[in-house]
């Protein structure tokens, strides 16, 4: 008799148990890689694969933005006073002239890029939605953007911040995002022709991003930099956010001490006796 | 005999500039410390591989003529960039046998970007155009 109790107990965790560890495993398929890396013929195989399936243009859930837009390197011509600070940043030369490429970017020593800066120098994003906002998971540096969907307004006079405030709202199919209250010490990017130069912004920079989605896999973005105390005219950017399917965020952070490595290393030694006690910075990403 | 010897290497290193310089980079990312007009390829065999950020390098020893060891250091990119071209901390082991290219560094250093890597049994680790 006990012998059948027991028979019976096992084969009804059998029947109840199992199967629901076997959910379990169809549910949650395990540790997928970031979308940075899966190689290039990966990404163009999944996207090729995917291009077809239905989408929600209101759903802006997913990893995006892999495929990263640089801003556009047009940009508008300078106030007195926003030309003088780019003129600042000039980097440091050794004796001989020879350019320390980003030698005064303050991300080289891992200070934050912040908002806009991260929107072209950031290596994919994730949005996740809540009832009140919109996050946003960046894989650079391994941070975050909130961006409120509530109905609030942007602050009045916010302490400053090195991603801002950010709020947004849907106009039709186009979600618009707005934001200001930004850090000083941020750049807007690095001078990319040459690195000699990082542009720099003021108290008054604000941004606006539309975002729309035009199938499974692109959203098409446009960003617009407003900072009349820098600039005479907004600086526009535009192009194709990228999805990244079947992958998950990964994790990129700037590690001050790995950088201080690089730098000891491979860079002033490259440089050669020359950059002996200077200020050298890294070479970027 | 001497001046034999400088007067070859001379040759040596104009032939280096005239045949090489055609295959200068388009990238300037880091114009002024890698002399992109320029290739070295050499034999080595690799001692270190740091696989962290912002770049990743690869440190080998090449032996000269006379016996005498040199450690060179090439770098690539992030290790997120290196991924998307199927690198991996595994890529390589101390004690691997191969052929190296760079792109050396201005200063003259043995120092450069790491563009290939063949080991010696013909495998191809590295591949590239240079980053930036």
Redesign the interface.
């Known amino acids: 008799m006990r012998h059948c109790i027991i028979g019976l107990i096992a084969v009804l965790v059998g029947v109840i148990v199992l199967p629901a560890v076997t959910t379990a495993q169809d549910l949650y398929p395990g540790w997928l890689t970031c979308p940075n890396c899966q190689t290039n013929d990966n990404r163009t195989e999944l996207r090729s694969e995917t291009a077809d399936l239905p989408f929600n243009p209101g759903d802006l859930t997913g990893i995006w933005g892999q495929n990263r837009i640089q801003l556009n390197r047009n940009a508008p011509p300078m106030t007195p006073d926003g030309q003088a600070r780019y003129d600042a940043t000039r980097a440091d030369e050794t004796a001989g002239g020879q350019a320390l490429s980003n030698s005064k970017d303050g991300m080289l020593i891992c200070d934050p890029m912040g908002w806009p800066r991260m929107f072209t120098y950031n290596y994919g994003f994730e949005f996740a939605e809540m009832p009140d906002r919109l996050v946003q998971f960046l894989e650079w540096g391994h941070t975050f953007r909130t961006i409120w969907t509530d109905g609030r307004e942007l602050p009045e006079d916010p302490d400053p911040r090195w991603m801002g405030y950010s709020v947004g709202q849907w106009e039709g199919d186009t979600f618009v995002v707005q934001s200001s209250g930004f850090d000083e010490r941020s750049w807007l990017t690095e001078n990319r022709q040459d690195r000699r130069f990082g542009y720099t912004h003021s108290d008054a920079l604000r941004t606006e991003e539309r975002y729309r989605r035009v199938d499974y896999n692109t959203i098409e973005v446009t960003l617009t930099i407003t900072d009349p105390k820098t600039f005479t005219q907004p600086w526009v950017t535009a192009g194709n956010l990228l999805r990244s399917p079947g992958t998950e965020i990964g994790e990129y952070f700037c590690v001050p001490s790995d950088s201080f490595d690089y730098i000891e290393q491979v860079l002033r030694p490259a440089i050669g006796p020359e950059a002996q006690g200077i200020d050298v910075g890294t070479s970027g990403n | 005999m001497r001046i034999q010897r400088v007067w070859a290497t001379a040759v040596l290193v104009l032939m280096s500039v005239v045949i090489l310089g055609g295959l200068a980079s388009a990238h ?7 002399d992109t007009d320029r290739r070295i390829e050499m034999d080595g065999v690799v001692s270190e591989w ?1 696989w ?4 990743t ?1 690869l440190v080998w020893d090449v032996t000269d003529d006379q016996g005498k060891v040199v450690g060179w ?1 090439g ?1 690539m ?5 290196m ?4 690198l991996s901390r595994r890529t390589f082991q101390a004690g691997q046998e191969g052929t190296f290219t760079i792109i050396p ?5 043995p ?2 970007e790491l563009i290939k890597v063949v080991l010696t049994d013909g495998t191809v680790l590295v591949d590239r155009e240079p980053g ?1």
Do not use: L
Request: proline share 3%; charged share 20%; aromatic share 6%.
């Open positions: 300037h990312g880091r114009a002024g410390i890698y740091r962290r950020n912002p770049h390098y250091t770098e990119s992030s290790t997120t960039s991924m998307s071209e199927g560094a201005t200063a003259g250093t120092q450069g930036d």
